[in-house]
């Protein structure tokens, strides 16, 4: 699963998780929108193009209330509870807050050619500017 960019905060991060590849849900306002594209290919001298359609949200807030379930290949999937929705939701969330010392750090880090340089020095010199400077971002912000 790729790296979350940001705290999870609806239901839409609980969702995704449940039927991975399947557009299963959505929220009332969201509607059809048809768009065409090229598909590179060239028939009789002229671009071929095809369309889609997308479902596109229209304003509406992403709650319990408003959460619809669509049909995929003719399997309606069950809407989960409210509960589950809120426990899952607060498991991430505590999950994500639990790793925040982790994404504090990747931030003050030395780059890692800046890293391999104190190392380079480090053994030329007999220092420790590399195991120093590590040390006080970890300091900085413990784990837990």
């Given at each position: 699963?790729?790296?979350?960019?940001?705290?999870?905060?609806?239901?839409?991060?609980?969702?995704?998780?449940?039927h991975?590849?399947?557009?299963?849900?959505?929220?009332?306002?969201?509607?059809?929108?048809?768009?065409?594209?090229?598909?590179?290919?060239?028939v009789?001298?002229?671009?071929?193009?095809?369309?889609?359609?997308?479902?596109?949200?229209?304003?509406?807030?992403?709650?319990?209330?408003?959460?619809?379930?669509?049909?995929?290949?003719?399997?309606?999937?069950?809407?989960?509870?409210?509960?589950?929705?809120?426990?899952?939701?607060?498991?991430?969330?505590?999950?994500?807050?639990?790793?925040?010392?982790?994404?504090?750090?990747?931030?003050?880090?030395?780059?890692?050619?800046?890293?391999?340089?104190?190392?380079?020095?480090?053994?030329?010199?007999?220092?420790?500017?590399?195991?120093?400077a590590?040390?006080?971002?970890?300091?900085?912000?413990?784990?837990?």
């Amino acid at each position: 699963m790729p790296t979350r960019k940001q705290r999870p905060d609806d239901y839409d991060d609980v969702l995704v998780t449940m039927h991975v590849g399947e557009t299963w849900f959505g929220f009332t306002g969201m509607v059809d929108v048809e768009y065409t594209r090229e598909t590179g290919r060239i028939v009789d001298g002229v671009p071929e193009t095809e369309t889609y359609t997308v479902k596109e949200e229209r304003g509406l807030e992403h709650t319990y209330e408003n959460l619809v379930i669509h049909p995929v290949n003719g399997v309606t999937h069950d809407k989960p509870t409210k509960e589950y929705l809120d426990t899952k939701l607060a498991e991430m969330q505590a999950a994500w807050d639990a790793e925040a010392y982790g994404r504090n750090r990747e931030k003050e880090y030395p780059e890692i050619g800046e890293q391999l340089d104190m190392i380079y020095h480090d053994q030329v010199n007999g220092t420790t500017t590399f195991k120093d400077a590590i040390k006080a971002v970890k300091d900085k912000y413990p784990k837990g």
